[in-house]
């Protein structure tokens, strides 16, 4: 596939067509990282996954996110931000609960757990949105967007490292639902990972370049591109995981999958863009999303906090959060 | 009543003098239908009257909105669907809160079907808002309000198609309270939902021919009409219902009813609207409403669902919802 | 101290030393005050002390906002207004399930009277904000900013009226904790009290005198004065003992007292203030704040509640309120 993805690249393919290639191949690319994090996690002790994950889980959106910004598509990296924060809690945790809700009835989530990542994904999503409200709403005009976007990266990037150690603890108990895995020797988990990294980046590279003609063969706009298609290819994985987990009744474990993701993505992904634009002098990246984007960011993740804060999910609150998936990202369609 | 509406209408009455009769005539003519539904509805099962009032319960609204729109009033249209959403959250809910809390103290809500209530609720009054957010936020102006209010449209009659089912089985278990009333024969329930719609079809026309020349002599702008008058006439028998189930200790059925108008409006009577205008040619009714609507309703949906989600109401809560509709009708008198 | 200040404001201190000390005497008077007050209420039974607190305790902060208003310093007024409730919110809270989860682990807040309070706080809060949505939102726009606050204004001490029977009997309950304080003789109360609350009228116009040529030579903006130190300095000692409470462990009464201040602010002390200013014609304040402060205020009221409904709370989340709060204070700092 990644070779593939290579030759579509170099020859003369149709934008479109190259660009579904290495969309496929960037995720299983993503994927082959994922499970190379988990199995060199398991050697650490069950705790180190989810940290290793936080780490090292990320990187392709990373080198997808870097590619972007060197070629100047700031406007698609910020909207996959955001929309891969909404296609987590609108299109994936909807699905999740439809799916779950069709086989088992109504699903409890009332854990403690379940709580603690709700309102962690709440208070982190807020955060990354203040320098957008101040940017759109603070009368005399800010000129310090830049600055405001890096001391608010820092906060957020502090914030991260304040919750490892718990999360390192919390990891202990989330997991079992792992347990049955075949475990690879570990000088290979080392070796898929590195080369999956390696090899990600390129992809990622064609991926972007990819990105540009297929969008005007297509006729999409940057936004509704970043928002829709990144954000879905993004996060393919995870995706998947947490849905079959709901559809193996696991509703829990499935819930702290999906959110892990937006607060990944508020905590560590979008700082980091944040301030490795500004250190390798990429085109700057700040946290300054357009109104709608915020509105949207912010209203989402209110609503499914505070769906989920009640302890219950059943498959109407499922299709409900798709139906507003589907509005938002029509929305968008004439971005 | 009917009777003196159309002597009102055609005589010459002073117009405020008319448009009260009207208002009186819709109101117990809205009963009307409201009762024979619920007689007919319990022909086919107890499950079988809650669908039935969700298509037919909305007549009266249904044709008020439609020679409104005919006449051209979309200002009042569009502020007595967000009104009768804010009228029903804040006054009607508050309402019930405060009689049934002063009556029997704390009152309980913390049952299954509470919650998915209050869930599809806050869902399907957001999605109903993301067209005025993509319209007033969007950096580039949106030319395709119409399309996105249609799409819109189309999604929330679909999540509430789905949602039919699980209302009929919900049905079930909600008709006990009803078990005491005395049954219509078939052939009297149908003639009077008849003749009854149809009569509510010809008053709710001078109820809007006698509208524009009341708003003009009492010097009241179209939102606030729409959005107090409107939207309260529209909604009296409801408002009565859900706050005498409080004052009689069922709190939770209360709540059902009181909340179940929300839902309606979003996701049947809003839409069916705006697919009614484009269909039949009338003026074009969007989802677009103004910015300080959409602000208060998503403010309003959001607050009632955290204070409800906890399970618990008390006199106090109600009066302050009662003190926000207040503010938030002053707010709109300078309209 | 008191003396110190006075020597400060009248003698050739600079102008920061001057600012620091009035704003220390401001805070040992508003303790001095707060201490009579709650000694005065014993005599009365416990439940009379809420109330007493209710209306005495905001002495300090009422007379700094009057002064302050008589020189003009309207936007310094509103941003302590708005920034009171964004500290005791984001900071004080954040600081409390800090420092009592990592002294305590999980603590619980799943008593209705948290609830009721958390509620309270909610639609209060929301109320006060209205007239910034209907300024900043309603397109024709309103020139009735003034007419709407003072109606606000009412609606919200009519609120207040109505909750004081339930504080008093609430106080009944929550009066434990106090119950090993030493009483004063009645006359040391009222004396204490008097001279205290005439001191600090002296000392509150010292301190907003000072405040100015402070901000110039700190190079601070109004705002950020309001915001940020005046709303600290105003707020110090509720906020010692809500954090000392919850570093006992008796969280759910710190919280009560936390969130209490915001209910306040926005039942008792902003109507009064904009009442005050209508009728002695000071420098007209209204209910009208920045879209920024509106839009944090929401933002932090909403997830406050949503976080503090479920009944937990632990350290992470406090640490997250409190970054929180920092990326709020950032975007004022270029105001």
């Not at 598509?73 to 909207?79: G, S, T």
């Not at 718990?166 to 990891?171: E, P, Q």
Request: contains cysteine; negative net charge.
């Amino acid at each position: 596939m990644v070779a593939l993805a290579g030759i579509a690249h170099y020859s003369e393919w149709g934008a479109v067509g190259a660009f579904i290639v290495c969309a496929i191949a960037v995720t299983l690319l993503a994927t082959l990282v994922g499970r190379s994090v988990e199995q060199l996690g398991d050697r650490f002790g069950p705790g180190a996954t989810g940290v290793l994950q936080s780490a090292l889980g990320n990187l392709p959106e990373l080198f997808i996110s870097i590619f972007a910004l060197r070629a100047g598509l700031v406007d698609v990296v910020k909207a996959a931000l955001i929309g891969s924060v909404l296609a987590n809690l609108l299109l994936v945790l909807g699905l999740a609960f439809l799916v779950g809700g069709l086989k088992h009835g109504k699903q409890h989530l009332d854990s403690e757990r379940t709580r603690t990542i709700a309102a962690l994904m709440l208070l982190s999503v807020a955060a990354m949105a203040i320098p957008s409200l101040a940017h759109g709403l603070h009368t005399p005009a800010i000129a310090h967007e830049k600055a405001l976007s890096i001391i608010v990266s820092i906060a957020l990037i502090a914030l991260f490292a304040a919750s490892l150690p718990a999360s390192l603890r919390r990891g202990n108990a989330a997991s079992d639902p792992h347990a049955e895995a075949p475990r690879w020797p570990i000088w290979l988990a080392i070796t898929v990972l590195t080369i999956a990294s390696g090899l990600a980046a390129f992809v990622s590279d064609w991926f972007v370049s990819a990105l540009e003609p297929a969008m005007d063969a297509l006729n999409i706009s940057p936004v509704f591109a970043g928002l829709v298609i990144v954000a879905i290819a993004g996060n393919a994985i995870e995706n998947v995981v947490g849905v079959q987990l709901a559809a193996k009744n696991q509703s829990e474990y499935a819930f702290a999958v999906i959110l892990n993701s937006p607060i990944q993505i508020s905590l560590v992904l979008a700082p980091a863009l944040v301030i490795i634009s500004a250190v390798f002098g990429l085109t700057t990246l700040t946290l300054v999303f357009s109104p709608l984007l915020v509105a949207c960011l912010l209203l989402s993740v209110i609503l499914v906090t505070v769906i989920t804060i009640d302890g219950e999910s059943d498959w109407l609150e499922g299709a409900a959060l798709i139906a507003l998936y589907v509005v938002i990202a029509a929305a968008f369609w004439w971005g």
